[in-house]
């Protein structure tokens, strides 16, 4: 069963600091990979997505990469800023879907950042 | 930018009653999907559906739970019999196509059962 974890759990750091968000996977065998924003008590909003095949997806700040044979993504983000501050979620799409709707994702329980001025 | 949306933002209900969680999806998009937050828990995935039919379903999706898509924009939620185990957040998304992968949310619905 895939399982998927998202470490730190927390971090806090000041404005400006470069950062990295971990996500790893038990089952290498997926379909893609989609990092998510979550705001409090709000919903999911898509920062990134990669698919299986590629290594890296980038938007602004933001960069993803997806390494399949170890069971792992980050996510970079570069001069983070307070509006930074949420919960980053990581899930992933299994390849067992195929044939359905490819929305099976699973979730990791999500990294809380808090970016402080 | 197109979004989806949800409604209510907020429900309260009594244990046994019947709730109806509403949802208008990305206008071209043909995947739609529940999924639910217990709070301080993982968001976990309960159905898929496409061309009017149920893809994929998980094992939290069992027969207290229905969806449907009344007409050409709406798509629901139902739960018959809530329990107290069902308040959570409720998530819809929907995506473009079978492999287009990105999901897209909507706001969420909180449901808290008495």
């Known amino acids: 069963k895939q399982e998927v974890t998202q470490i730190p759990a927390a971090l806090s750091v000041p404005e400006g600091e470069n950062l990295v968000l971990n996500c790893s996977f038990t089952?290498?065998?997926?379909?893609?990979l989609q990092w998510f924003r979550q705001d409090p008590g709000k919903g999911l909003t898509s920062l990134l997505l990669?698919?299986?095949?590629?290594r890296e997806q980038t938007s602004g700040r933001l960069n993803a990469s997806l390494d399949k044979s170890s069971g792992r993504s980050t996510l970079y983000i570069a001069a983070s800023q307070p509006g930074d501050s949420a919960t980053y979620l990581c899930a992933v799409g299994e390849s067992a879907n195929y044939g359905g709707s490819q929305g099976n994702l699973i979730f990791g329980k999500g990294t809380k950042l808090s970016v402080k001025p | 930018e197109p979004e989806v949306t949800q409604t209510p933002s907020h429900q309260v209900t009594q244990m046994g009653q019947e709730v109806i969680l509403r949802c208008v999806p990305i206008?071209?998009?043909?995947?739609f999907y529940w999924y639910r937050q217990i709070l301080g828990q993982k968001v976990e995935f309960l159905v898929s559906f496409y061309n009017n039919e149920i893809s994929e379903k998980s094992e939290i999706f069992d027969d207290q739970f229905s969806v449907e898509r009344p007409d050409g924009s709406n798509f629901t939620l139902k739960i018959r019999s809530t329990k107290l185990e069902d308040s959570a957040m409720y998530f819809c998304?929907?995506?473009?196509?079978?492999?287009?992968?990105?999901?897209?949310f909507g706001e969420g619905s909180r449901l808290t059962v008495l």
């Open positions: 998304a929907s995506s473009a196509g079978r492999r287009a992968g990105e999901l897209f």
């Open positions: 206008s071209n998009h043909l995947y």
């Open positions: 089952d290498s065998a997926i379909y893609n």
């Open positions: 990669i698919q299986s095949s590629q």
